[in-house]
């Protein structure tokens, strides 16, 4: 970094903005958006950040940096995305190339357009807005904004207004509790937001206010005023400063884990845990952290085959299945962190073994977040002086490292390893829940695996079936199969009306199951 450079960043405000940095020619390289500006340029220079081969490339060519401060961190993300479309940085170019892009679908030629995400456009007649490289933050963006110009987000549309809309942040367009015309005009307010044209918009909302109240019009107007309050407003909401301060712990993680285990720093851990309940529905998780944060794009899931209660056995299989060669379009992770103690590392290090695949693999027991690491097996080398603070101890043929708590590599490890055990949870109960509404369907002649799996998929539990009216399940599986199940539910009850309508269809709604 040259000296100019050095001097003119120490007048970089505290404050959310866009920035670009330029080469010798004084052409833009890239350009990025900050939260705090003065926190995130600087990062780019500091000796003590791991960066990628192609960051350093990029630092190694900047000569000089420049802003545009904004009034908001939305403001930050939709102009970042304008300036990009506008110079084409070459940087932008290679440093997401590995990252899928986000677009905002706007289909305008709709008589109530839904607003929805994509990351293929396509020549459908639709408007598109992006790209956008943060999807997370651009989704967060588009619920604050929601609140100022509701939208609808429906694909397919329900034939009664959705909860959105008792919150007021659907317009009720499943009702045409507004006329597609008006619906249009809150989707160009929107639209100019999105474009970057902020000012105008409340120059043009503040215009519409005023001339609502010289006509007396004055719900208009308080509709207006509330609009240009909650736009002002949106300068205080953080979009996406918590994960740029994250990135500074997950930096720190990521370099103290490299440096405790003696690896490069790891860019992909797959953590693995086991679910079941007595030794039945027993299932797998796989998630992964990239650069240290969720991926749940690559995470996948396993039903075990191994029957009964073995920990030590489905972790094998697991891992077996994981590294068969068969699953080639995954990518290779830098380390494994393993749920459980020396039981579950040792087996998972056997499947490894067996495999013939090289790849660093550490546990992580639950009692004290103590890590497991094997002497010669897991491919790590312990080295005691990166953490002085670290309890090291042996025990047969591995080392137990307790960290302080408040370690930033306890605090990957651990959110790592709550994740994996979510994950397996989340699976392991929607296997029983299906388990459960099987057997119980089992017992009730003429209907079949098909017919049952049509039920589970519907109506997700028994509960749902019966409490689904008549029509509903006739829907599902057609009058002859429903009238075998509608037999069985009365007979269940004891009811003498087998065939009747529920109270659901003679005027009070039945109720259905959760997310139906």
């Known amino acids: ?44 220079f500091q000796d003590s950040r791991v ?8 630092v190694g060519e900047i000569a000089d940096t420049d802003w545009i401060v904004v009034e908001s961190e939305v403001d930050a993300l939709f102009l970042e995305s304008e300036m990009i479309k506008r110079y084409k940085p070459r940087y932008n170019i290679l440093l997401m190339d590995d990252k899928s892009q986000s677009f905002i679908r706007i289909p305008m030629n709709d008589p109530y357009p839904s607003i929805t995400f994509t990351r293929q456009p396509l020549d459908d007649g639709a408007e598109y807005y992006g790209p956008y490289y943060n999807a997370f933050a651009v989704k967060k963006a588009l619920r604050y904004l929601r609140k100022v110009f509701p939208y609808s987000t429906h ?17 009720g367009v499943e009702e045409q509790k507004i006329s597609s015309v008006d619906y249009k005009k809150t989707l160009r307010k929107l639209i100019m937001y999105l474009k970057g044209e902020r000012v105008l918009l409340i120059r043009q909302l503040e215009a519409e206010m005023n001339a609502a109240a010289k006509h007396q019009e004055f719900e208009l107007a308080a509709r207006r005023r509330n609009q240009i309050n909650n736009l002002r407003a949106l300068q205080k909401q953080i979009l996406f400063s918590d994960r740029e301060f994250m990135d500074i712990s997950k930096d720190q993680a990521l370099s103290g884990l490299s440096a405790l285990l003696g690896l490069p720093v790891p860019r992909r851990i797959e953590g693995y845990d086991i679910s079941h309940m007595s030794g039945t529905n027993n299932v797998a998780s796989m998630v992964v952290a990239t650069n240290g944060l969720a991926d749940k794009a690559e995470y996948r899931k396993f039903k075990l085959r191994i029957p009964g209660n073995n920990d030590f056995a489905h972790m094998n299989e697991v891992i077996l299945r994981r590294f068969s060669g068969t699953h080639l379009d995954w990518p290779k ?10 039981g579950q590392l040792g087996a998972a290090l056997a499947a490894l073994e067996e495999r013939g695949v090289k790849i660093p693999a550490v546990g992580l027991a639950k009692r004290l977040e103590e890590i497991v690491i094997h002497k010669t097996r897991s491919g790590v080398t312990l080295n005691p002086g990166a953490y002085p603070d670290a309890y090291i101890t042996e025990n047969d043929d591995f080392y137990v490292v307790l960290l302080p708590k408040d370690a930033h590599i306890v605090k990957l ?22 388990g459960q509404v099987a057997s119980q369907l089992e017992g009730i002649t003429g209907v079949g695996p098909a017919t049952r799996k049509k039920l589970i998929q519907s109506f997700g539990s028994l509960r749902g079936v019966k409490n ?42 039945p109720v259905l199951p959760a997310g139906r």
């Open 155 to 171: 694909t397919v549309m329900p034939q009664r207004v959705c909860l959105q809309y008792h919150l007021g942040l659907c317009p």
């Open 1 to 44: 970094m040259n000296t100019k450079l050095a001097e003119k960043l120490k007048t970089l405000p505290a404050v959310p903005g866009v920035y670009f940095h330029k080469n010798a020619k004084g052409d833009i390289i890239y350009v990025g958006k900050a939260a705090i500006l003065r926190n995130r340029v600087r990062q780019y």
């Open 51 to 58: 960066r990628d081969a192609k960051t350093d490339v990029l």
């Open 413 to 434: 490890v651990q959110r790592i390893r709550d994740e994996s055990h979510r994950f397996a949870v989340s699976y392991h109960t929607v296997l029983k829940r299906k």
């Open 333 to 342: 992770p830098d380390l494994l962190l393993i749920d459980g103690g020396k």
């Open 468 to 509: 689904a009216s008549r029509a509903q399940i006739v829907a599902v599986i057609g009058e002859g199969k429903t009238k075998i199940v509608w037999q069985h539910i009365a007979a269940a009850h004891g009811k003498n009306d087998v065939g009747a309508e529920p109270a659901g269809e003679q005027g009070e709604n």
